[in-house]
């Protein structure tokens, strides 16, 4: 949300009647909405203006959310949440996990997509490298992937795992604070509890420390929140 | 044991063939030894008596008897024409039997006349005639038996020696002989026992040199053999079931190549192989040829092209076979891989497909009839957002299967409360969450778990509860440690209805089952897609043992604590 005005939001989907009700939805939360019935239409749209978000289905005709997404992460770090009747067990939707932001299976309540897009839009603005982060150590983060590599072996990530890697990594060196990763970790329907960021963050550490219990890269800064130190030279 | 039965036969043989001669010829000797002695000794006799006899006159008296004795250095008798014993030298010879006595055992005819006789005293004695005939008076000159040259104890000392020599020899040829066969054996056990490299050392040029040596080219053409197997077999092993027809063929031409030597190999599909194999040149390279079998169908041909200098029999016919017959199993399990991922995935385009098609107009209904409510308030249209939910669900499940069955269910596990997730689902069923008797043991625990499919789970327990059970309906909460003493989350859900009669217990989760007779409401899914998502989870669903009236459902996920850090 670095441009000032309303977030503006492309939604594609095939269907015009939840073209027409999510519209409605968005336009009456303040966000500026255009619309594409499919991936063609949305790549036309694309080359007037970017928006800050797009909002696809993965089933459409002509060109599918997932080759759609594909082409615009090509050009940019655009969010993107994937509306989908298919669940996030598919074999599609796990293809989806490394240009998506987030996920959201049909049938939906109207608040907790308006939950989901207002959680992803906070990390606007925060940069990880697009490649890979040497920790040092042996320890590797591949954020795009949604991974890890620890001396090699990849250990693979929750999407809630990945989005607090990606806030602590995004001011590595510097602590962040819980309510900052409780906010970028959990939309506002998942009724966030900060004990939600101090498990996450232990499971975390079992993942990636070598000792879990005197943690190195994962810092509890006590009172504030967590730091991602890299390991330093022994 | 064998060894040594070997080792002595060859010593008994040795020593029989140095003693058995040995002992023959000293006896042979000992013999015509003895025998020209007692011969000698009779002419000698005989001659003497006869000479005596020749210059006695009558004065036959003990005198004379001496004097002669002296002289012939015998032992001398005079017998009167009756037999009577006139005087005799003494010492011994008064013993000596009359002519023609019957204690004389033999009496020969001697020399000039002479009558030879030997008594059982071990006398010889040789009687003369004086005057006469007939005679008047009789000279017997005794002599004890000569004997032959005392040969025992040297021939004994000549045997021991043989003996010892024999043993000797048996040793030494034991040792040139047995220690090669022995070691031939330890190989040929060794060999046995899988170890193709074991090698006899070749230390002579004799027959036992050349068995070893051929052991040895036996040997190394069985490793050789095995080698060629161990390639053919592993032919294919790192290329996985959907690597394709030309990596296979690949595979098989650097195989048959490493295998056999050849210096060219293609594989030919569709084409069988030549029916008559090509007459061999000696001198010159050429190819042989395995068919592709799979049974009674050939796919096509493996063919090789061998240097001038390879042989090739017919056991390399019959691994070029083998590795034939593994190419076209490769092939037909690629084509049938290939075939099945199409379909796979062809199904799963149709279930996306489906899913898609009904869900989308189900997420409008539900959206346009919640604005309409939210709106205007009319009960009625909650309703409708209920049953479009409902029917959601139902397809959800129904795609659920699809994917319990083919395991390809990937949970994204987040950490959350239970007790929320149960209020929500309570709520999604369209009841007031004050109905909700909800005893919530695990403040303090988050499960850690899928949120969708746990939120499944529950509103399937819940509306199961609800349908075929009866109220009130009771969920509890607790942490649990299992059997390796790690916590769990227990959700258990209580209905008080008619229960599920023990014969049910395991049939309730089987899928298309529904256990109240005469029922078609439900789609005999819910408890079989909740135990799949709960078993991919790490978690576990069953039917819990309960007090009083009424069934009770329990599933565990994986639980963390809460503590501020």
Same mark, same amino acid.
């Given at each position: ?234 | ?98 002519? /023609? ?88 056990? /060794? ?375």
């Amino acid at each position: 949300m670095n441009a000032p005005g309303p977030t503006r939001i492309l939604l594609v989907d095939d269907d015009p009647n939840l073209l027409v009700f999510l519209a409605g939805q968005l336009r009456s939360d303040g966000f500026e909405v255009h619309t594409a019935r499919d991936g063609q239409e949305a790549l036309r749209r694309l080359e007037g203006a970017w928006p800050d978000l797009l909002l696809i289905d993965l089933l459409m005709p002509r060109l599918d959310g997932l080759s759609l997404a594909r082409q615009v992460k090509a050009r940019a770090d655009l969010p993107i949440i994937v509306l989908s009747a298919i669940d996030a067990g598919d074999s599609k939707a796990e293809a989806l996990e490394e240009v998506a932001e987030d996920y959201i299976t049909k049938p939906f309540h109207y608040p907790e997509l308006r939950a989901r897009i207002m959680r992803v839009l906070r990390r606007v603005g925060d940069r990880v490298p697009s490649g890979q982060l040497d920790l040092g150590g042996g320890v590797v983060l591949d954020l795009q992937r949604r991974r890890l590599l620890v001396d090699d072996q990849e250990v693979r990530l929750t999407p809630v795992e990945s989005r607090l890697l990606y806030a602590l990594a995004a001011h590595l060196d510097t602590v962040v604070s819980t309510e900052t990763l409780l906010a970028r970790g959990w939309s506002d329907t998942e009724a966030p509890d900060p004990s939600y960021v101090w498990v996450t963050m232990r499971r975390l550490r079992r993942k990636l420390e070598r000792d879990p219990d005197v943690p190195v890269y994962l810092e509890t800064v006590r009172g504030v929140g967590y730091r991602l130190n890299r390991a330093t030279a022994d | 044991m064998r060894r040594l039965a070997l080792r002595s036969r060859l010593t008994l043989t040795l020593a029989a063939a140095a003693v058995i001669p040995v002992l023959a010829f000293s006896l042979l000797v000992l013999l015509i030894l003895d025998q020209s002695v007692g011969d000698r000794q009779v002419d000698a006799l005989g001659a003497e008596a006869q000479l005596a006899a020749g210059q006695l006159g009558s004065d036959l008296d003990a005198s004379t008897a001496a004097r002669v004795a002296d002289l012939t250095g015998t032992g001398v008798t005079f017998f009167d024409a009756q037999g009577r014993v006139l005087a005799s030298s003494g010492s011994g010879a008064d013993r000596v039997p009359p002519p /023609r006595s019957p204690t004389a055992s033999a009496t020969t005819a001697g020399s000039g006349g002479s009558t030879i006789s030997r008594t059982s005293g071990g006398l010889v004695v040789a009687y003369a005639s004086i005057g006469g005939p007939p005679a008047l008076f009789v000279v017997a000159l005794s002599q004890p038996a000569a004997t032959g040259p005392a040969l025992l104890a040297p021939l004994l000392a000549i045997l021991v020696a043989t003996l010892l020599l024999a043993a000797f020899l048996s040793l030494a040829l034991g040792r040139s002989l047995i220690h090669p066969l022995s070691e031939l054996r330890e190989t040929l056990d /060794r060999l046995q026992a899988g170890d193709l490299q074991a090698q006899v050392p070749v230390e002579s040029d004799d027959e036992l040199g050349r068995l070893a040596a051929s052991h040895n080219r036996l040997a190394a053409t069985l490793a050789g053999r095995n080698r060629s197997l161990a390639v053919v077999s592993q032919a294919f092993a790192p290329l996985p079931p959907q690597a394709g027809v030309a990596a296979f063929s690949a595979a098989a031409e650097r195989a048959a190549g490493q295998a056999f030597g050849f210096t060219a190999v293609t594989v030919r599909l569709g084409q069988p192989p030549d029916e008559t194999p090509p007459e061999r040149v000696p001198g010159e390279a050429f190819d042989v040829e395995a068919p592709l079998a799979m049974g009674d169908q050939v796919l096509g041909a493996i063919r090789g092209t061998l240097p001038p200098t390879r042989d090739w029999g017919e056991a390399d016919q019959d691994l070029l076979r083998v590795l034939g017959i593994q190419l076209a199993g490769a092939i037909r399990n690629a084509e049938l891989f290939d075939a099945t991922a199409e379909l796979a995935e062809l199904k799963n385009e149709f279930l996306r497909g489906v899913s898609h098609n009904l869900q989308t107009p189900l997420t409008s209904i539900r959206a346009f009839a919640g604005q309409l409510a939210d709106e205007t308030g009319d009960r009625r249209l909650g309703i409708i957002v209920e049953q479009s939910e409902r029917l959601s669900r139902l397809v959800a499940q129904l795609l659920t299967v699809t994917k319990i069955e083919a395991g390809t269910l990937k949970p994204q596990v987040d950490v959350f409360p239970m007790g929320a997730l149960v209020r929500r689902a309570w709520e999604s069923l369209g009841h007031p969450t004050s109905d909700l008797a909800l005893d919530d043991g695990a403040t303090g625990w988050l499960a850690a778990a899928d949120r969708d499919w746990v939120e499944q789970v529950v509103w399937a327990l819940l509306d199961n509860a609800l349908r075929y059970g009866g109220g009130p309906v009771e969920v509890r909460l607790a942490p649990v440690a299992d059997t390796a003493g790690v916590m769990r989350l227990h959700t258990t859900v209580r209905d008080h209805g008619p229960g599920i009669a023990p014969g049910d217990r395991e049939r309730a989760f089987e899928r298309f089952t529904r256990l109240s007779p005469g029922t078609t409401e439900g789609s005999g899914l819910g408890l079989s897609v909740a135990r799949g998502l709960v078993e991919a989870m790490g978690g576990r669903l069953w039917l819990a043992d309960i007090e009083g009236p009424g069934a009770a459902f329990t599933f565990s996920l994986p639980a963390e604590h809460i503590e501020d850090p």
